[in-house]
């Protein structure tokens, strides 16, 4: 019997025993290591997604750990094999499958969402979704793998280029990944964010930021490009005003990349869009090669994992994660310890 974090109801969790089954054809069990808290866990937590998650229900899909036992039928992976895994399970028949985007399959199986999640002692999952992690990365920076492979996905989905300027509105833990990676592919970059703490970590990662409640961010990006608006604006903010922010500071034939969950209908500017032949994209999730970028940009510091990890929790202490990250404050990234960081090979 092992331990596992369940939300049961609105703004409820608790930490409660649960079984692991064994892992079958296909399948491998894990010991999940470090877990973070990720805005859809906190969507669940505040019941907007009770339609869709199935009480009680184990959270957690941004994780690190090591294989404790394969099933039958798969080969290429042991005990003791460190790993991160990409949550997803399609049925590759819909027609978003067969036209080769499985990720956002029509009968998705969001692991961690749809079905039990990471954060628990023991995990069973098909052997399919694990991603190897090499010696050189730290199982704690490895939890970042996941959101830093969303960041990859939606910089490609912008179709981001060397020289381009780039927006994102948004400095959360995903924000600042899409400004690395961005930053990475060439681009300058700005970051709009209210939070003071989260300016200050941008710039000490090098990056520009800019405060919409004290500055005129239009005046800034004007004067900026020379009047020209950006190239691409991301909006990671989920919020009305962050939509708004996004779409005035684009250029002509600017690209705007919708990254939040919004969870109602925005209004937008759509004179804008036309005045301007503004394209928006959407981005959701990622594929395996946006995983297998990741854990290279992790890896090699392109991504400093570490400097976002604002706390590490133990299990139990999981519950009072939550609810520290929904007061918002001082804090980018809070990880829970599932208590198997050990480089040893696991029984």
Known sequence: MTLAVRYTAARTLDTAPAETAPPGPGEV???PAYVGICGTDLHIFHGDMDARVTTPAVLGHEMS???VRV???V???QPGDAV???PLRWDDSCPACRAGHQHVCQHLDFIGIDSPGAMQQRWTVPAATLVRLPASVSLDRAALVEPTAVAVHDVGRAGVRGGERVVVVGGGPVGILIALVARAAGADVRVIELSAHRRLLATELGLTAWDPGADDVSALVARWTGDAGADVAFEVSGAAA???TAVDVLGVRGRLCLVAIHPKPREINLHRFFWRELTLVGARLYDRSDFEKAVALVDDGTVPAERLISKVVPLTQAPAAFEALEG?????KILVDCGNDTTGALG
């Open 29 to 31: 069990e894990l010991a």
């Open 65 to 67: 750990g090591r294989i």
């Open 71 to 73: 099933g039958p039928d």
């Open 75 to 77: 080969e290429g992976w």
């Open 84 to 86: 991160t895994v990409m």
């Open 242 to 244: 962050g939509v708004d």
């Open 328 to 332: 918002g404050g001082d804090v980018m």
